[in-house]
């Protein structure tokens, strides 16, 4: 039986990172599966995650423009910010902070919702919400998302939805949430040094 993993166009387990060249992340994979991982929102299935979902796709928009702009600098995720940085902008590098934070959301929502078999999603999401994006948000954008973790569906619910075989959906998500966790761990790494500051 297919899974919900079995939909994405693309997966973190798919992103090639290149340990030989500082970790440096391929940049039209990352997008990729960055995309796939917003129609988890979908399965979510409220509308509340409408904010939650348009702002992620937004920031890739706007690492996608750029890639656009200027593809042979922008084959890493790495190299194209440090190459837009040199020219004085910063409207994709801070996309790809925006998105890392929600991607790093998301990742650490499930992970602790996966390890601990008997909490709700809503109570994983809002605890992953304040370890991760709240600090950065602002008075407005706070209401918004608080109504999101609380319209989360329940646990049997939303496994139920990413697929039949619950032993499957274990291990897919695990592997998914492992890749994934690289990827946010090795950007939010690169976003804390001097050269990718604005």
């Given amino acids: 039986m297919a899974t919900f993993f079995d939909t994405l166009k693309v997966s973190f387990v798919d992103v090639p990172v290149d340990e030989g060249k500082d970790f440096a992340i391929s940049t039209t994979e990352f997008l990729g599966a960055a995309e796939s991982l917003v129609t988890l929102f ?5 509308a509340a995650f409408k904010p939650v979902k348009s702002d992620m796709l937004g920031n890739i928009k706007k690492i996608r423009d750029r890639q656009l702009a200027a593809p042979t600098l922008s084959e890493t995720l790495q190299d194209l910010c440090l190459n837009e940085l040199k020219e004085k ?3 994709a590098t801070e996309g790809l902070l925006w998105l890392i934070r929600g991607l790093d959301f998301t990742l650490q929502a499930l992970q602790a919702n996966q390890a601990t078999p008997t909490q709700e999603l809503a109570d994983s999401f809002r605890s992953a919400y304040t370890n991760t ?3 950065h948000h602002s008075f407005i954008v706070k209401p918004l998302f608080s109504a999101a973790m609380s ?3 329940y646990r049997k619910d939303f496994y139920a939805k990413l697929g039949d075989d619950q032993d499957k959906i274990a291990v897919e998500l695990g592997k998914w949430l492992d890749a994934l966790e690289k990827n ?3 950007l939010k790494e690169f976003l804390d040094r001097k050269e990718a500051k604005w």
């Avoid at 979908?42 to 409220?46: Q, R």
């Fill in 42 to 46: 979908d399965v979510l299935g409220s």
């Fill in 89 to 91: 902008k910063h409207v």
């Fill in 133 to 135: 994006l709240k600090p």
């Fill in 151 to 153: 319209a989360t569906p």
């Fill in 184 to 186: 946010v761990k090795v």
